[in-house]
């Protein structure tokens, strides 16, 4: 706020400087224009030009583009018919349209549709999954969060819950609340899923400078991915961290 309040004052004494100066040289013409009746139109255009240009020099100067200023369309402007299916009370339909703005990576509109699913169920697991995976998408970290917790008190053996507070803490840099809520989700996870769990829980070890858990994490992570494509990039993590270890090793 301070910052902005510098800014605006710079700005008022660079206009005020300059409108003196234009009007200066304007008055040199005055009894010419006058005579031509032009003279009120060229100040007016004139003053605002400058305005204008400064506004945005110094906008540009900040990484600012005018743009940035115009108010964007709410997603009722954008799909009325859309925003009207959120309004609805079948849980079928909230499910269907969730999973779909996921698939079209629309994490607004899947935010939306969650949020009203987990509004007409709230005891549904998958709707809480769901809209934590969108806050998560959307950078919405507490409230990510606040869902993690509620999804682990409606199943505390649902790794999903400890998952989302998990990444959500991470991305706040909060690396020891994210060890703790991994270790929570390793316990619980489904072996289909233990590779991404492990991964994520091994990158938060590496975090908080745990590297020979970090090392064994990983290595649980490559050894369980099912997927080959997936298997060379966890092996180059676990050679990363290998490196690591001898460089900080005494």
Request: no cysteine; charged share 25%.
């Amino acid at each position: 706020m301070r910052r902005w309040i510098v800014i605006i004052f710079v700005l008022v004494v660079v206009v005020a400087a300059i409108l003196g100066g234009t009007l200066q040289i304007l008055q040199s013409a005055l009894p010419e224009l006058q005579q031509q009746g032009v003279f009120p139109f060229v100040v007016a255009t004139g003053v605002t030009a400058v305005i204008a240009n400064i506004v945005i020099a110094v906008m540009q100067w900040f990484g600012r583009s005018p743009l940035d200023f115009l108010p964007e369309k709410t997603l009722r402007e954008r799909d009325p018919k859309r925003f009207r299916l959120s309004k609805s009370k079948d849980p079928v339909l909230l499910s269907e349209q969730t999973k779909l703005a996921g698939k079209l990576e629309e994490f607004e509109w899947m935010a939306v549709f969650a949020e009203a699913w987990v509004g007409v169920q709230p005891g549904e697991v998958r709707a809480y999954e769901d809209l934590g995976k969108a806050l998560l998408e959307l950078n919405r970290l507490e409230q990510a969060k606040e869902v993690g917790k509620q999804l682990i008190g409606l199943r505390k053996m649902n790794h999903r819950g400890y998952s989302i507070v998990g990444k959500a803490s991470m991305l706040q840099g909060d690396t020891y609340e994210a060890v703790k809520s991994f270790e929570e989700a390793v316990k619980y996870v489904e072996p289909e899923f233990l590779s991404y769990i492990a991964h994520d829980l091994a990158e938060a070890y590496e975090a908080v400078g745990r590297i020979d858990d970090a090392i064994a994490t990983m290595t649980i992570a490559h050894d369980s991915q099912s997927m080959e494509s997936s298997k060379p990039f966890l092996k180059s993590r676990v050679e990363h961290l290998k490196r690591l270890k001898t460089q900080i090793s005494p």
